[in-house]
C-alpha cells in the first residue's frame, strides 16, 4: 500500500479524548476505566481513527498558517468545486451546485439547525433505534420527544427497517420530522437502494421532512455502495436534507466542519436562517483548507486504501467472534468501523451482567464502549480503525482474560 496503515501511533499529550480520557471522570460518563498494571490502552470506543489521516490534510493546513494573517475570510471556489468533485466521483452526484451546499459546525450542529427549522419543543421525531447516542442528546436537550422505530434482524442477522411500523407511529405520533441515518451508526447498514426508495414513499406519504446523517458515507466495506438518499427518487432530492463531513472519513473531527447538501430552495432558506440565528456557524479558515486537502487526488487513493484495511479488520473480527466467542451475536456491518455486539447469549449463559463484561475488557486494556446508550440492552460498540495487530491484539486479549476466563 502506498499509505501507512500498520504503525502504532502514539496519541498521548495531543489531546485525544480516546487516549487521554481513559479512567479519568471527564463529566461525561462515557470514558473507560483505565485498565489493570501490566495492560496498556487499545482505544475502541470514541469513533474517531488510530490512522494518521492522507498527507494533503496537513501539508494544506501548514501551507496556509505559513501567512501570518488569519482574519475574516470567504469560501472560496475551490472549496465548492471540491466538495462537487468529491460527490461525483464517489457516489455519481449529478447536478449539485454550490448553492445547495452550506456550511456547518458539525453534523449533529446541522442536524438541529435543520429539525428546529421544521419543528417546536415538544414535537415528536421517528429516529430508528438501536440509535447514535449523539442524535438522542442533542434532540432531546432541545426539547423534542423521540419516537424509535426498531431496526430488526432478518434470517441473515442483516439489519433491516420496519416500514410498517415507521408508518404507523409517524401518524399516530403526527410526525413530520424524521432523522435518518446512512450508513447507519451503530449497526454498520450500507442500505440498498429499495430499502431506501421504501423508506422515502413513508416519508413522503406523511408529509414528512427527511435529515440524513451521511457523514459514515465514505467508509464502505467489501465493495458495498453508498447511495445518496436524495438520489432515489426527485422527491427525495426535494425533502431531504443531507449533511456530510470530510472528519470522519479523514480522522480530523477536531477541525470541525461539516455541510449540508439542500436541493430545495424552501428547506434550504430554512435551515440556513436557522443556523444563521445563533452567530456561531462559522467557519474556521484552516478547516476549509483542511476539506480543500482531504479532497485532493491524493485523498481518493487514500480512502480506497482505509476501506481496504478497514474490510481486513471487520472480516478478521466477525469471523474470530464466530469461532471463539459463543453466545456473542454480531451483524457484520458494511459500512463504517464500528462492530456492534450482541452479548444477551453469553450473559445470560454465563449469569454474568454488562456492567461485568464491560468491566472485563477495561481491565485488560481493550477500550470498548458500553452499547448500552445506543438502546441495546446487552450490547457493547467497538471501534476497528486501528492497525490489524492492535485489533489482534485486543480480541486474543478477550479470548484469553474475558470471554473465556472471566472470574
Given at each position: 500500500?502506498?499509505?501507512?496503515?500498520?504503525?502504532?501511533?502514539?496519541?498521548?499529550?495531543?489531546?485525544?479524548?480516546?487516549?487521554?480520557?481513559?479512567?479519568?471522570?471527564?463529566?461525561?460518563?462515557?470514558a473507560p476505566d483505565a485498565p489493570k498494571e501490566g495492560f496498556d490502552v487499545i482505544p475502541m470506543w470514541v469513533a474517531d481513527m488510530n490512522f494518521p489521516t492522507v498527507p494533503t490534510v496537513p501539508e494544506a493546513i501548514i501551507e496556509r498558517a505559513k501567512?501570518?494573517?488569519?482574519?475574516?475570510?470567504?469560501?472560496?471556489?475551490?472549496?465548492?468545486?471540491?466538495?462537487i468533485r468529491w460527490h461525483e466521483r464517489r457516489n455519481g452526484v449529478t447536478g449539485l451546485s454550490a448553492e445547495c451546499i452550506g456550511y456547518e459546525n458539525g453534523v449533529l450542529g446541522g442536524v438541529i439547525s435543520a429539525l428546529t427549522a421544521f419543528a417546536a419543543p415538544g414535537d415528536a421525531v421517528l429516529l430508528?433505534?438501536?440509535t447514535y447516542i449523539g442524535f438522542t442528546r442533542s434532540i432531546e436537550n432541545n426539547g423534542f420527544e423521540i419516537v424509535h422505530s426498531p431496526l430488526t434482524r432478518d434470517e441473515n442477522g442483516i439489519w433491516r427497517m420496519d416500514y410498517e411500523d415507521m408508518d404507523r407511529k409517524l401518524k399516530e405520533n403526527e410526525i413530520h420530522v424524521a432523522v435518518f441515518c446512512s450508513p447507519h451508526?451503530?449497526?454498520?447498514?450500507?442500505?440498498?437502494?429499495?430499502?431506501?426508495?421504501?423508506?422515502?414513499?413513508?416519508y413522503k406519504a406523511n408529509d414528512c421532512v427527511v435529515i440524513s446523517d451521511e457523514i459514515w458515507s465514505d467508509?464502505?466495506?467489501?465493495?458495498?455502495?453508498?447511495?445518496?438518499?436524495?438520489?432515489?427518487?426527485?422527491?427525495?432530492r426535494r425533502r431531504t436534507i443531507a449533511l456530510y463531513a470530510p472528519s470522519k472519513t479523514?480522522?480530523?473531527?477536531?477541525?470541525?466542519?461539516?455541510?449540508?447538501?439542500?436541493?430545495?430552495?424552501?428547506?434550504?432558506?430554512?435551515?440556513?436562517?436557522?443556523?444563521?440565528k445563533p452567530h456561531y456557524n462559522d467557519m474556521n479558515v484552516l478547516s476549509m483548507h483542511a476539506l480543500i486537502g482531504a479532497y485532493k487526488p491524493e485523498g481518493y487513493e487514500w480512502v480506497d486504501e482505509l476501506c481496504q484495511v478497514l474490510s481486513g479488520n471487520i472480516n478478521f473480527a466477525c469471523d474470530y467472534i464466530a469461532n471463539h466467542f459463543e453466545g456473542v451475536?454480531?451483524?457484520?456491518?458494511?459500512?463504517?468501523?464500528?462492530?456492534?455486539?450482541?452479548?444477551?447469549?453469553?450473559?445470560?449463559?454465563?449469569?454474568?451482567?454488562?456492567?461485568?463484561?464491560?468491566?472485563?475488557?477495561?481491565?485488560?486494556?481493550?477500550?470498548?464502549?458500553?452499547?448500552?446508550?445506543?438502546?441495546?440492552?446487552?450490547a457493547i460498540r467497538m471501534n476497528l480503525a486501528l492497525p490489524l495487530s492492535r485489533v489482534q491484539e485486543a480480541f486474543a486479549r478477550l479470548d484469553r482474560y474475558v470471554f473465556h476466563n472471566m472470574e
Open positions: 500500500m502506498k499509505y501507512d496503515f500498520t504503525s502504532i501511533m502514539e496519541r498521548h499529550g495531543k489531546d485525544a479524548i480516546a487516549v487521554e480520557s481513559i479512567g479519568k471522570n471527564d463529566g461525561t460518563g462515557f501567512h501570518p494573517a488569519y482574519g475574516y475570510f470567504s469560501l472560496t471556489e475551490e472549496y465548492f468545486q471540491s466538495i430508528h433505534s438501536p451508526n451503530p449497526c454498520g447498514r450500507v442500505w440498498e437502494r429499495w430499502e431506501l426508495e421504501r423508506a422515502m414513499e413513508v467508509i464502505l466495506l467489501n465493495g458495498h455502495r453508498h447511495i445518496p438518499l436524495q438520489s432515489v427518487s426527485e422527491d427525495a479523514f480522522n480530523m473531527s477536531g477541525m470541525i466542519g461539516s455541510y449540508h447538501i439542500i436541493y430545495d430552495k424552501y428547506l434550504r432558506d430554512r435551515v440556513r436562517a436557522k443556523s444563521s451475536k454480531v451483524s457484520k456491518p458494511q459500512g463504517t468501523y464500528m462492530l456492534f455486539l450482541d452479548c444477551r447469549e453469553w450473559c445470560e449463559a454465563n449469569g454474568k451482567t454488562m456492567d461485568e463484561l464491560e468491566k472485563a475488557g477495561w481491565d485488560v486494556g481493550v477500550a470498548w464502549q458500553d452499547g448500552r446508550m445506543f438502546h441495546d440492552p446487552y
